[in-house]
């Protein structure tokens, strides 16, 4: 497995890059060239410079600054909201695809419910119901997006229970416990990593979309969408304030995208013997 990830390039590069920009946020105090809620209302929209590499916004921030910041409250968010619809999804999908029956029926009815209404208006309802912070944010999107969880990791459960060394452990009377945590879920880990992978681009770009409509992370927070938001309302006077967090989005929703894609390569086993 080791070999074969390092020998597969893309996956090599995509995982790096995210392991970096996730350094550059973590070390953001010590990165950042300026203080991201320091403001200098004479200094507004100042070009690029040594100083300013990425300029300045409508308040005179360093948006280079307040980009860099912004990586905390934007991959943070989405890897959090991540681990709760996985964490969600899997406890379910695992239970309706390896005791069936009444269990199955039952959760797979609220999935198809789920399913059924467009996932940006659930999410909206969710958050207009609840109220306008980020913890309502990520609850929202974990109670839209485990369902997909549940059917996708429901498949993949289903492929599992019937092979040898699942009946093996059963005849010889191995509690469901023992079945379900030490052969199902190592069984189904390859998915779920690449799921999550791929999942976390989505979740960017929910929780980013939510800032930009001001119904996620508030001002004067440096968050992508939430700088986007800000940038729109100088459009037409200063459309370049709009690039550093539109290129920063689409740059890391591409890299997660291609790193599932990479990962779905290496963990299938399917490319073992090729």
């Not at 999107?141 to 997909?148: D, H, L, Q, Y």
């Not at 996708?152 to 023992?178: A, D, H, K, L, W």
């Not at 779920?192 to 996620?216: M, P, R, Y």
């Not at 938001?229 to 929703?253: D, Y």
Request: net charge neutral; proline share 5%.
């Amino acid at each position: 497995m080791g070999k074969r990830f390092l020998h597969n390039r893309a996956a090599v590069i995509t995982v790096a890059v995210v392991l970096l920009i996730g350094l550059i946020g973590i070390l953001a105090p010590v990165l950042a060239p300026h203080d991201p809620y320091a403001t200098d209302i004479l200094n507004k929209f100042a070009p690029y410079s040594m100083e300013y590499p990425l300029g300045t916004d409508h308040l005179g921030r360093c948006v280079l600054s307040r980009l860099i910041y912004g990586i905390r409250p934007t991959l943070g968010l989405a890897l959090l909201t991540m681990l709760g619809t996985i964490a969600l999804g899997t406890v379910l999908g695992i239970m309706a695809g390896y005791f069936r029956g009444v269990v199955e029926e039952v959760i797979m009815r609220v999935v198809d419910v789920m399913l059924s209404f467009p996932s940006q208006i659930m999410v909206f309802a969710v958050v207009g119901l609840l109220g306008i912070n980020v913890q309502n944010v990520i609850i929202a999107n974990v109670f839209i997006k485990w369902a997909w969880y549940a059917r996708m990791i429901r498949t993949g459960v289903m492929q599992y229970r019937e092979r040898n060394f699942i009946q093996f452990s059963r005849c010889v009377g191995m509690p469901e416990r023992f079945i379900l945590f030490r052969h199902l879920l190592p069984s189904i880990t390859s998915d779920l990593a690449v799921l999550a992978s791929l999942d976390v681009g989505w979740a960017i770009i929910n929780i980013s979309t939510l800032s930009f409509l001001g119904l996620g992370v508030q001002a004067p927070t440096p968050e992508w969408g939430a700088m986007l938001n800000e940038a729109k309302e100088v459009l037409t006077s200063n459309p370049t304030q709009m690039i550093a967090p539109g290129i920063a989005i689409v740059a890391l929703v591409c890299c997660f995208n291609l790193m599932g894609d990479a990962l779905r390569d290496v963990l299938d086993p399917k490319e073992v013997d090729r």
